[in-house]
């Protein structure tokens, strides 16, 4: 791999203009394949093969005019009793009459017909429902439902139209360009130069361009979730910058040691390139690796995402070695730069005495990360933070290691107590459209009326599902929380029933879903025809349920794929398992300090969220998978140098401390690039964009700084040379991927040889 990338940096700095102006083409022509061709994003969550989706499906057949989105316009009068007077049902049949004339909708039900009227005549529900789905719904439409009621509400009435036609999808603003001005801070303070963190900041963001260009150009032909372009930018913006920083920082030293630019670029994409490629596979891997969940939107969230991924590792690769060939020696810090001679290219003959005077004796050049051995590494600074670092926690390994698990087990222990749920309007931003109407709803009528239920009854015949109408009936009256059971509604042609249900508490309250489950339990063994039980709350929990089942599963898949990959990256049994064990260590704590505020609500202000409640139901399993690229990125640059010193002679412990000193000043700066980037998205009003940037932004900060520079040093210290133990049986077995460029190595001796 090594090799092939070495050709290709080289290659794409030779040929800058050329690879330069491919990247533009595409950039524009995905850019305008994404403004002809981008579709809506869908706001619902289905989920095949479950009874509530069950129960959809036959609706949808049975009930065409009910497949259709609803909206619940609450009115709220000045005064108790005021809907009884002829003037307040004047006002509430004027609204209900304006309903009726919003594009798109087939019919608005009068509170009084229906009985959606409070006891104390303060509070009515006006019932509104639209021809097509809540993902067919234009912004014109929305926009001229969410005007209802003007007229009355210039007369002192509330008026509130919500329900799940006002579901849209996540704006993305200024808010996001902190955690992208707070990543250029980093570059520039990491660099030393404008020029080389600005040509690592625009290569990432072309590659963000292209990918997030090209999945809105499939967004016509795929159905994406309102969260997968975020999530996309998310993770793909927060990685190309990454990616380009190791690659730019690698180049550096090259020049500074004095080999020519396309050598310098060569080893950089060939050595810290083939990291970035490595670390990308795994991010890719672990995001596609969610369809074995088997759940469409999940699916197409990780795809998206792991297409970002795979376009910011193909910049990295070819665009930044362009970009920096354009730069010359303006990538180094000013004070640098006269005392370097840049050249661009050189013949065998310069080579060879380059490559002599800088290499030291036998052959070797570079681990992924930073330089390995060059010949200036008896005056190299050994004072810098990183090594003073590495050895103090090596020095204290046992109290380090100790405290660390303490401190991450502490961190975890409200891991025990998450629960999980789609959201719902009850955790929107306060003020939005939907969180008002969902307010106005629990105080006129109670919570249950913002989580209604509906029961399928569906039998062989007309005959049978009368039969099994009163049954049912009286079986969820008589279930433990149910508040109230609507009249059944028939199909025309008899066969299909459909009843309402209205439960005492909340859609993401613990008692709704023991209801849930009881209700169907009860109905279970009725005879004569099928019970099915949907709506928006019963698929919530189908999905949360479906997802807590299937995260174990996941967790496990994912540990495996660690262990075999580091394993074919290491040489070495108890490595791969000591970052699968620190992984799980950044997972639990991570869950935990995301419930203790997302759920718990504990310093909840700091973030913006004004009501706790349940994680998404799609978070965990999405970190899990998001994380584990990222750990093994951190886990490769740092340990791989360790590897690469031990195998060269030095001592274990010498090796851990070389490690860690060279890779600490990047390791440092990425993770808090990534966590910038991260973070930037927590100050998003949407509360599941909110904890996924949250959480993504506390995992990578305990991941880079927790786990991998203090807890990995000290645990390789205390190993010493037992950690790079690996069975004969098992060496040969395993395939030599070259990921730390030993084949690349012994090609520029060879090089060498020749150039003499």
Not at 258 to 283: K, L, N
């Amino acid at each position: 791999m090594a090799t092939l990338l070495y050709r290709l940096g080289r290659g794409s700095m030779r040929r800058r203009r050329l690879v330069a102006a491919i990247w533009l083409v595409v950039l524009v022509g995905l850019g305008l394949a994404a403004a002809t061709l981008r579709g809506p994003t869908a706001s619902n969550f289905s989920m095949p093969g479950t009874e509530s989706q069950r129960a959809l499906d036959l609706l949808d057949e049975q009930f065409p005019a009910a497949a259709g989105a609803t909206g619940t316009v609450a009115v709220k009068a000045p005064a108790p009793g005021q809907l009884g007077t002829p003037e307040g049902q004047a006002v509430i049949q004027s609204i209900t009459q304006e309903a009726t004339t919003v594009p798109g909708v087939l019919a608005a039900v009068d509170p009084f017909q229906v009985g959606s009227v409070s006891p104390d005549g303060q509070y009515a529900l006006i019932q509104v429902q639209f021809s097509g789905g809540a993902d067919q719904v234009t912004d014109e439409q929305r926009e001229a439902y969410e005007r209802l009621g003007a007229d009355a509400t210039a007369q002192g009435w509330q008026v509130a139209p919500g329900g799940e036609v006002l579901n849209s999808e996540p704006e993305v603003g200024s808010t996001e360009a902190i955690g992208v001005a707070v990543a250029l801070i980093v570059l520039v303070v990491t660099f030393g130069s404008l020029v080389a963190a600005g040509m690592t900041m625009l290569n990432a963001l072309i590659g963000v361009g292209v990918g997030m260009a090209g999945l809105f150009a499939l967004s016509g032909a795929i159905e994406l979730t309102s969260t997968a372009p975020i999530l996309a930018l998310m993770l793909g913006l927060a990685v190309g910058i990454d990616y380009s920083l190791f690659i730019t920082s690698r180049y550096r030293q090259n020049l500074l040691e004095g080999i020519p630019a396309d050598e310098a670029i060569g080893r950089a994409v060939g050595t810290a390139g083939s990291a970035v490629t490595f670390a990308g596979a795994t991010v890719v891997i672990a995001l596609a690796g969610l369809a074995v969940v088997n759940i469409p939107f999940l699916t197409v969230m990780g795809l998206a995402a792991a297409g970002t991924v795979t376009v910011a590792v193909l910049v990295a690769i070819t665009l930044q070695p362009a970009l920096l060939g354009f730069a010359g020696r303006r990538v180094l810090p000013r004070r640098l730069r006269s005392s370097v001679p840049v050249v661009l290219s050189a013949d065998a003959a310069t080579y060879a005495a380059t490559y002599a005077a800088t290499a030291d004796g036998d052959g070797d050049e570079t681990g992924p990360g930073e330089p390995s051995k060059p010949a200036t590494t008896a005056g190299e600074d050994k004072s810098t933070f990183g090594f003073r670092w590495a050895r103090l926690t090596t020095r204290f390994r046992i109290p380090v290691i100790l405290v660390g698990l303490l401190g991450l087990g502490l961190l975890a222990l409200p891991s025990s107590d998450m629960r999980l749920a789609l959201p719902d309007a009850g955790t929107a931003p306060v003020g939005s459209a939907a969180r008002v109407s969902n307010d106005l709803i629990t105080e006129g009528f109670g919570p249950g009326f913002t989580g209604r239920l509906a029961v399928v009854v569906a039998g062989d015949d007309a005959a049978a599902t009368s039969a099994a109408v009163p049954q049912v009936t009286a079986l969820v009256q008589g279930t433990d929380n149910v508040l109230a059971v609507a009249p059944p509604q028939l199909s025309p042609d008899g066969r299909t029933a459909l009843l309402g249900v209205i439960p005492q508490t909340g859609p993401t309250d613990p008692a709704t879903e023991t209801m849930v489950h009881d209700i169907r339990t009860a109905v279970g063994d009725i005879q004569g025809a099928d019970v099915l039980l949907t709506g928006v709350t019963a698929i919530g929990i189908d999905i949360s349920e479906k997802l807590s089942d299937a995260l174990p599963i996941y967790l496990a898949l994912v540990v495996g794929l660690s262990i075999l990959l580091l394993m074919l990256v290491f040489r070495s049994v108890l490595v791969p398992v000591k970052a699968a064990l620190g992984f799980l260590l950044t997972v639990a704590a991570t869950f935990g300090i995301t419930v203790a505020v997302f759920q718990q609500g504990h310093l909840a202000d700091l973030v913006g969220l004004d009501t706790p409640g349940p994680l998404i139901s799609f978070l965990p399993i999405l970190l899990i998978g998001i994380l584990f690229g990222l750990a093994m990125d951190y886990e490769v640059f740092l340990v791989s140098r360790m590897r690469e010193d031990f195998v060269h002679g030095d001592t274990a412990q010498q090796a851990t401390i070389n490690g860690m000193g060279h890779g600490a000043r990047v390791v440092t700066a990425a993770a808090l690039i990534m966590t910038s980037v991260f973070g930037g998205f927590v100050f998003l009003e949407d509360p599941v964009i909110k904890s996924m940037g949250f959480a993504l932004a506390i995992g990578v900060a305990i991941d880079a700084f927790v786990v991998r520079m203090t807890i990995v040093p000290a645990v390789m210290s205390l190993l010493g040379k037992v950690a790079w133990w690996l069975p004969r049986w098992l060496d040969r077995a395993l395939p030599n991927v070259d990921i730390e460029g030993e084949k690349l190595r012994a090609k520029l001796d060879d090089k060498v040889e020749i150039g003499a």
